[in-house]
């Protein structure tokens, strides 16, 4: 079974101004790129939740790597209660 990823409004917000900064900074082409690159990241985290790490401060937090520039921190709400 699939793992519902909630975006909180801060997470959407802090998404939306990297891609504006990218687009900014990069081409088109590489702002597609990492934009699809970070959807197929959080499909394959819905289907293997357990692929990242806790971080070991506290055991609700988890992190991993989108791509060599990006690391993403969540929280597993079901731990955090």
Do not use: C
């Amino acid at each position: 079974m699939a793992l519902k990823l909630v975006w909180s409004k801060r997470a959407e917000q802090g998404y939306a101004r990297i891609v504006r900064h990218l687009e900014e900074e990069w081409t088109g082409k590489e702002v597609s790129n990492f934009v699809r690159e970070t959807k197929r990241f959080f499909d394959l985290l819905a289907e293997n939740p357990h692929m990242l790490e806790p971080t070991g401060s506290h055991q609700y937090l988890y992190r991993g790597p989108i791509n060599r520039l990006t690391i993403l921190i969540i929280i597993n709400q079901e731990r955090r209660r």
